[in-house]
């Protein structure tokens, strides 16, 4: 019997989705997993996979459509299978056939899977916003980048001239790589004032749109500040040992295994919330709902802004598991491709900034996760130690969690549990 696929919710917060691509076609047979369609959300452009095997029977929404969750995106059916897509919610519009090329754009661009005219590429043609941004899907951007083209060249055939994957595909078969046009700079007048003290130079004020990520960003930080009221503590660590046991597990492992001081951290505080468990849960309003499963996320940042990507049970793995399933994840969201199962199901948030040489900060809670844990910079720095100065490797965390599901005291063990896990990082390996 044919089913209708939905425009799938691919995150905690996702109320719509856009339908970049059709990859498999009307008459296309499919088996379950295989990938159907990119759909962009507010955070990611994700592969659609298909949760069931048979023929697509016929797209019910257009490419470039923005649709609610749970809307009607395809139907799939068995081959020999007559179906009415108008009964099933697709409309008399989503006939079962072949979707037509894309009409040439009003602006002369080029439609989908067509090769793009050399002299249509010579000067920028890509919509933009206000500030001159170019309106791209990040696929479409990682292309351009990875291929040497000036993204600002490419014609978009998107929604409001959007450049869409197929648009830098089609310039790539093409053999031309755009240029972008030479930028002529205003001149500055020459100060009047001696050189140690420069005239002020005046600009005028931009306006830049915000992207759907920043967009739900901004929402979801004002709802976390402004609801939670969350208290904040902070510990020091000694990394030493943390470190000596890294380069030895690097010693023996593949390159795909090999661990960071992240993948470390994520361990033990893994290991840590197995013992509080109130930190691992979220607030229900009357009642404290205490996860089963222990999935610690951990922030990636992006152009857009920050992605949290999941690792599940991570107590259950080990460091060089982790490792092995946190780098692909992360090149996924960096390239615009994340899977579903990559941003869903957090329970607990690890945002590092250690690699921008940041010793110490505090985050903003990930709603509805009830804790964050915020992870600066290891630094050698002078300690004392048995009434002597020494050199010591010395990280500072902190803790940011929603009072209204725990207390400071503890926060405090918590925090010192980690603490535990690493100074003693023999722990982490059991």
Known sequence: MAEIVPMPKLGFDMAEGTLLRRIKQVGEAVQKGDIIA??????????????????????????GKTVPVGSPMVVIGAADE?????????????????PAAPAPAANGAPSAGKAADPAAVSTPVAATTETGRVIASPVARKLAADAGIAISQIV????????????????????VKPVAAPVNKPSVAAPVAPAIAPVAVQAEDQV????????????????????????????????????????????????????????LVLKASALALRQFPNLNSSFGGDQIVRHGHVNVGFAVAMEAGLLTVVTRDTDAKSVSQIAAETKPMIARARDGKVQPADIEGSTFTVSNLGMFDIEHFTAI??????????????????????????????MKMTVAADHRVTDGAEVAQFLQAIRKNLEEPLRLML
């Open 38 to 63: 990119e759909v962009e959300t507010d955070k990611a452009t994700i592969e659609v996979e298909a949760y069931l095997g048979g023929v697509i029977k016929g797209w019910v929404i257009d490419e």
């Open 82 to 98: 007559a179906v009415d897509l108008a009964a099933l919610g697709g409309g008399p519009s989503a006939a079962a056939k072949a």
């Open 156 to 175: 978009g055939t998107g929604p409001g001239g959007r450049v869409v994957k197929r648009d830098v595909e089609a310039v790539v078969a093409s053999g």
């Open 208 to 263: 830049v749109p915000l992207t759907k990520l920043r967009t739900i960003i901004a929402r979801r930080m004002h709802e976390s500040t402004s609801t939670v009221p969350a208290i904040y503590l902070t510990i020091e660590v000694d990394m030493a040992a943390a470190l000596n046991l890294r380069k030895q597990i690097n010693g023996l492992v593949a390159d795909d295994r090999k661990a960071s001081v992240n993948d």
């Open 365 to 394: 809670i990930n709603l509805p996760e009830a804790a964050i844990l915020a992870v600066g910079a290891t630094k050698d720095v002078p300690v004392v130690k048995d009434g002597q100065i020494t050199i010591g490797s010395r």
